[in-house]
């Protein structure tokens, strides 16, 4: 039996995609497979093998941090990336490594980092460049999803 209302999640711990129905996401489900949570509030690390999957299966918005580890700005706005990420466990948050991930950074365009690439339904629906503090990268997230 399929269930109208529910979201696909894609497992940020072994790529498996969930079925969950909507009334259940803030029971905090866990993935059928591997029975990790769904929704853990940190951010996963994007690569070429699963990127894909997870800006297009997934039925929730995802906020990927475009960065490099030699990038200064970078560094200073991966605590306040990882703060938001658990005080909004509702949205996907990743991190994509340009320097090891060069396909994907050349895929999406980008052309400084850090760079927030806001996806819902595998779409790209906004984009801001430049270092935020955690509280303002929640504020640009929920205006982003707002607007649309």
Do not use: Y
Request: hydrophobic content about 40%; overall charge positive.
């Amino acid at each position: 039996m399929t269930t109208p209302d529910a979201r696909h999640l894609v497992c940020p711990h072994c790529d498996a995609i969930n079925r969950v129905p909507a009334a259940r996401l803030r029971d905090q489900p866990n993935c059928g497979q591997c029975h990790q949570p769904l929704l853990h509030g940190k951010p996963l690390k994007l690569t070429v093998d699963n990127a894909e999957r997870h800006l297009t299966r997934n039925d929730i918005p995802v906020l990927v941090d475009f960065w490099a580890p030699w990038c200064g700005p970078c560094q200073m706005m991966g605590p306040a990336f990882d703060q938001a990420a658990a005080a909004l466990p509702q949205l996907r948050f990743a991190k994509i490594d340009t320097q090891t991930e060069t396909t994907l950074g050349q895929r999406f365009n980008i052309r400084s980092i850090p760079t927030l690439v806001l996806f819902v339904n595998g779409r790209e629906v906004k984009r801001q460049a430049g270092a935020m503090d955690a509280a303002s990268i929640q504020r640009w997230v929920m205006a982003a999803l707002h607007q649309g």
